[in-house]
């Protein structure tokens, strides 16, 4: 159940429950912490058990996309979107269009993206009802599909933890564990292959594993199971969250773990296993934002140099963030997200003043103020 002491406690703002039985729309919309800019998170459709269910992943996954924001030096703040129900069956224009009114009506406060479950498609529709949405077809001045941007950043922050474990922050020669190679593990696949890495992968579904090898033809499948025994350099999880758990974390002989999913640690302790085993753990929300960096820009005009530019931040902030777990001792998952804490802080800070009439500051752009 939502309660006020909830928000408190995990420092929401704002959050909105939106419905309209024309089109069985159910929409929940949790705006975690503006301090840096607008809150920006995608819109997840899934069919959740019951309302708590969605109002949980709600609000975890929005105070999420506030540390991914901060950290990713984005003047954006967190914020995220689920709509109850089934994506299979409960998708429709009217739907979308429906939702994307209520986005409009929060104006501004909150900008929508694509998430689980939600396409370009889906996107287009809410573009119809709002210009408050990123990821828009590349036809409509959007960035398009996000995961070669993501497996852009997480390539970099690759670089960055070999160069911190082996002093060069080349991949040639190194041998790499990757699991999932959905739409992201086949782009950071081709990164790895031309960058003479070996690649051993393991996935699922056939038709997925068939793509993979295509894309990398040197690389060598494995079962599921057996990816997490590999003596490689790099654990690389591309497919589910939580992967180092109880059960895998012993099982590890890499020195790196750097990959693309989410939450990859099943709780924080084991962040603080990994330090304790020697394993490098590369940040997961830093290095698999370069999606979000990549449709942030949409509103300046989007540019693919600009993206790169961008994305390849991800290097220098990897390395920033294991910097700063050396020298205060603490694992790199703290490491970042006391990172991320500060920045917000400091510009928190620094709006204390007043600034007069600013609304002239940059002629031709919208203040995010
Ligand atoms: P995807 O669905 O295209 O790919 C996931 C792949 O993992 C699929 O091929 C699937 O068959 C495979 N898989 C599922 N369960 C598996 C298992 N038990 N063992 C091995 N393989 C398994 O998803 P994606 O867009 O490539 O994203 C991959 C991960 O990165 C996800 O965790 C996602 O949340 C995260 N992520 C993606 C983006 C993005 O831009 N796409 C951005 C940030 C984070």
């Known amino acids: 159940?939502?309660?006020?002491?909830?928000?408190?406690?995990?420092?929401?703002?704002?959050?909105?429950?939106?419905?309209?039985?024309?089109?069985?729309?159910?929409?929940?919309?949790?705006?975690?912490?503006?301090?840096?800019?607008?809150?920006?998170?995608?819109?997840?459709?899934?069919?959740?058990?019951?309302?708590?269910?969605?109002?949980?992943?709600?609000l975890r996954l929005s105070r999420g996309m506030t540390y991914k924001n901060a950290i990713?030096?984005?003047?954006?703040?967190?914020?995220?979107?689920v709509i109850?129900?089934?994506?299979t069956k409960d998708k429709s224009e009217a739907l979308f269009r429906s939702y994307g009114r209520f986005v409009e009506s929060l104006n501004g406060r909150y900008i929508t993206a694509e998430d689980v479950n939600t396409t370009v498609n889906d996107m287009e529709y809410i573009f119809s009802e709002t210009s408050n949405v990123t990821g828009v077809a590349e036809v409509?001045?959007?960035?398009?599909?996000?995961?070669?941007?993501?497996?852009?950043?997480?390539?970099?922050?690759?670089?960055?933890?070999?160069?911190?474990?082996?002093?060069?922050?080349?991949l040639k020669g190194k041998v790499i564990a990757l699991q999932g190679a959905g739409s992201v593990g086949c782009h950071l696949g081709k990164h790895l292959f031309d960058s003479g890495a070996k690649v051993f992968f393991t996935d699922i579904v056939e038709e997925?594993?068939?793509?993979?090898?295509?894309?990398?033809?040197?690389?060598?499948?494995?079962?599921?199971?057996?990816?997490?025994?590999?003596?490689?350099?790099?654990?690389?999880?591309?497919a589910l969250g939580a992967t180092i758990n109880d059960q895998t974390i012993d099982r590890l002989k890499v020195k790196?773990?750097?990959?693309?999913?989410?939450?990859?640690?099943?709780?924080?302790?084991h962040g603080d296993m990994l330090k304790e085993k020697g394993i490098l753990y590369a940040p997961d929300y830093l290095i698999n934002a370069g999606g979000v960096m990549n449709v942030s820009i949409e509103f300046e005009g989007w540019s693919a140099e600009k993206a790169t530019k961008?994305?390849?931040k991800?290097?220098?902030?990897?390395?920033?963030?294991?910097?700063?777990?050396?020298?205060?001792?603490i694992p790199v998952y703290r490491a970042t997200d006391l990172m991320a804490e500060q920045r917000i802080e400091s510009i928190r800070n620094i709006k204390g003043k007043y600034l007069g009439n600013v609304s002239h500051r940059f002629p031709g752009r919208v203040s995010r103020r």
């Open 310 to 312: 961008m994305v390849d």
């Open 1 to 58: 159940m939502l309660t006020f002491e909830k928000m408190y406690s995990m420092g929401h703002e704002e959050v909105v429950f939106f419905s309209d039985p024309s089109c069985n729309l159910k929409a929940i919309i949790a705006i975690h912490n503006t301090t840096l800019g607008p809150a920006l998170g995608g819109t997840r459709m899934w069919n959740y058990k019951n309302i708590d269910e969605a109002i949980e992943d709600a």
């Open 72 to 81: 990713s030096g984005l003047n954006l703040g967190g914020g995220k979107a």
């Open 256 to 269: 790196i773990v750097c990959g693309a999913a989410n939450n990859q640690l099943a709780e924080n302790r």
């Open 84 to 87: 109850m129900g089934d994506p």
């Open 140 to 170: 409509n001045g959007g960035s398009g599909n996000p995961s070669p941007w993501t497996a852009r950043g997480v390539f970099r922050g690759m670089e960055a933890s070999c160069l911190k474990v082996y002093g060069d922050r080349s």
């Open 208 to 238: 997925n594993i068939a793509r993979f090898k295509e894309i990398v033809p040197n690389s060598e499948f494995v079962s599921p199971n057996d990816i997490y025994d590999l003596k490689a350099d790099i654990y690389a999880p591309c």
């Open 314 to 329: 991800i290097f220098d902030t990897t390395l920033k963030i294991f910097k700063l777990s050396d020298e205060q001792n």
